[in-house]
């Protein structure tokens, strides 16, 4: 007796060889030796929980209005594609993306995730998004829009199981293990999902020099058990869907410690920050 079960991302097809149908079970007689091969499509197919912040796994499952959202799955498209600078389109390689009526801009497409802007004014609560593949099913997965969901970008750092923010010195240089952050200096810290601007953001445009787009909600820094309001928080110029925030430290941390923002009392991911 043969029986099956598909695994997310394929649906079957029908046997093939000395087993026939398109029932994912049978019964082969097993008088002399047997070939039974199971011949699968595959199809797209967004995991559980699928839909989240593109910077990484954070304490808040929803999703900000004007971030970056990855959607995880597999099959998704058969190509890996990058949009280009500027401008974010709406469609790469035939795939789009929507949240009812309204294409989502961009960045990036592949098989297994796909990273989108959430538009600036989407309503929040409970959504559905839908993934249109070139020549494949529509595909389905809910999430949900909050007004605050931060989430840090990372760089990965070998051999170790926390990776370092994304942290700039005053001078544009990156914060390193090499070059530490320093008391005194305005460093500034890049994430996704700050939460509502002082005006809304162009949907799939950079962020242009003027105006200003200032988020709104106060930002803490928390560094180590210090806990620091930023100077200042925007929405990234040339950028779509980053933001940024400003601090200064005071010279009473030292050594790699952790990082993570708060906003309106939702915590981001927590990161490594080299301190000297």
């Known amino acids: 007796a043969l029986s099956l079960a598909t695994q997310?991302?394929?649906?079957?097809?029908?046997?093939?060889?000395?087993?026939?149908?398109?029932?994912?079970?049978?019964?082969?007689?097993?008088?002399?030796?047997?070939?039974?091969?199971?011949?699968?499509?595959?199809?797209?197919?967004?995991?559980?929980?699928?839909?989240?912040?593109?910077?990484?796994?954070?304490?808040?499952?929803?999703?900000?209005?004007?971030?970056?959202?990855?959607?995880?799955?597999?099959?998704l498209t058969t190509q890996t594609l990058v949009a280009p600078d500027g401008m974010l389109p709406q469609t790469l390689g035939g795939l789009t993306v929507a949240v009812g009526e309204r294409l989502l801009p961009l960045f990036f497409v592949s098989p297994g995730q796909i990273n989108a802007q959430v538009p600036d004014d989407l309503a929040t609560g409970d959504q559905v998004l839908t993934v249109s593949p070139a020549g494949a099913p529509q595909v389905r997965a809910p999430f949900t829009v909050v007004r605050n969901a931060?989430?840090?970008?990372?760089?990965?750092?070998?051999?170790?199981?926390?990776?370092?923010?994304?942290?700039?010195?005053?001078?544009?240089?990156?914060?390193?293990?090499?070059?530490?952050?320093?008391?005194?200096?305005?460093?500034?810290?890049?994430?996704?999902?700050?939460?509502?601007?002082?005006?809304?953001?162009?949907?799939?445009?950079?962020?242009?020099?003027?105006?200003?787009y200032s988020i709104v909600d106060a930002v803490t820094v928390q560094v180590g058990q210090l806990a620091i309001a930023a100077e200042t928080a925007y929405a990234v110029v040339g950028r779509c869907g980053i933001d940024a925030a400003q601090f200064r430290l005071d010279?009473?941390?030292?050594?790699?410690?952790?990082?993570?923002?708060?906003?309106?009392?939702?915590?981001?991911?927590?990161?490594?920050?080299?301190?000297q």
């Open 8 to 75: 997310p991302g394929y649906k079957f097809r029908r046997w093939d060889g000395d087993l026939s149908g398109s029932i994912p079970s049978g019964v082969v007689t097993m008088s002399v030796p047997r070939s039974v091969k199971a011949l699968f499509d595959p199809v797209p197919y967004i995991a559980p929980a699928g839909v989240m912040n593109a910077a990484g796994i954070t304490p808040q499952a929803g999703v900000a209005a004007g971030g970056i959202v990855s959607i995880f799955g597999v099959n």
């Open 150 to 212: 931060p989430g840090l970008f990372a760089v990965p750092v070998d051999g170790q199981t926390i990776a370092n923010a994304m942290v700039m010195h005053e001078d544009g240089s990156a914060v390193t293990a090499d070059a530490p952050a320093k008391a005194g200096e305005l460093l500034t810290l890049y994430g996704t999902g700050f939460g509502p601007a002082e005006r809304p953001r162009p949907e799939g445009f950079p962020i242009p020099q003027s105006p200003s």
């Open 251 to 275: 010279g009473s941390v030292t050594g790699t410690v952790t990082l993570r923002v708060t906003i309106n009392g939702v915590d981001s991911n927590t990161l490594q920050l080299p301190v």
